[in-house]
């Protein structure tokens, strides 16, 4: 089991708002940043949002992450086609016996 | 523009050994770390490790140790991963991922993943 949580799937209908949550611990998400990366069917995974909420160029404004204590989410507004992919968030985590980066399990986003 | 690419698909018998190269080009390669990370078929990412392109240390995650050898050719700026003693588990796709830094760890994030190489173990 992935040290981060996620829900594995998450659904909406185009032009909904979906958020996908991403839970950790004081260890990782509690104390760094956290990351997203999105996997289109059959790809390399792609940075998303990095340092809780900033997006690379080229990441549409849809796309939003925040951070709250031990948890993240990330929020994708008018919902496309396009958009229908695995959702990965990440964190460093800072354990003494073992510092490493972490992930969650993935949630499979479904665009109905 | 910043790119990875690895090399093809592998079949490997259990006990055998394989070699996967990740070739950068459009950045300086010994700038930036590079990590590696593995992912089973119809499963998540998991973080292997990332070895220092300046230096050439490597560190290994738990779980990663002993069989799996990161190495460069800075020459050719190519970071390697080396696994030995394959077993059925092994099979998965490895993909490259440059480091945001020289370094791994916090905010050093994935900024450019290579495309993947798919390894399967199989008798």
């Known amino acids: 089991q992935s040290v981060l949580t996620q829900p594995p799937s998450a659904s909406g209908t185009p032009g909904q708002r979906v958020t996908i949550s991403c839970s950790g611990s004081s260890s990782n998400i509690g104390s760094n940043y956290v990351y997203w990366y999105q996997q289109l069917p059959g790809t390399a995974p792609k940075l998303l949002i990095y340092?809780?909420?900033q997006r690379p160029s080229g990441v549409p404004d849809r796309f939003s992450g925040s951070k709250s204590g031990t948890s993240a989410s990330l929020a994708i507004s008018g919902l496309r086609s396009e958009d229908e992919a695995d959702y990965y968030c990440?964190?460093?985590?800072?354990?003494?016996?073992?510092?490493?980066?972490?992930f969650g399990g993935g949630t499979k986003l479904t665009v109905l | 523009q910043v790119q990875l690419v690895q090399s093809g698909s592998e079949l490997k018998k259990p006990g055998a050994s394989v070699k996967v190269s990740c070739k950068a080009s459009?950045?300086?390669?010994?700038?930036?770390?590079m990590n590696w990370v593995r992912q089973a078929p119809g499963q998540g990412l998991e973080w292997m490790g990332w070895i220092n392109t300046n230096t050439g240390n490597p560190t290994y995650a738990q779980g990663f140790t002993g069989r799996f050898v990161f190495s460069l050719d800075t020459s050719v700026s190519t970071a390697y991963l080396q696994i030995s003693s394959l077993k059925a588990e092994d099979t998965a796709v490895y993909y490259c991922?440059?480091?945001?830094?020289?370094?791994?760890?916090?905010?050093?994030?994935?900024?450019?993943w290579g495309q993947g190489t798919l390894v399967t173990v199989s008798s």
């Open positions: 459009g950045y300086t390669f010994t700038s930036y770390a």
């Open positions: 340092r809780n909420n």
């Open positions: 990440a964190a460093w985590d800072d354990s003494l016996s073992a510092p490493s980066w972490v």
């Open positions: 991922a440059r480091g945001s830094t020289g370094y791994s760890g916090y905010d050093a994030y994935f900024d450019y």
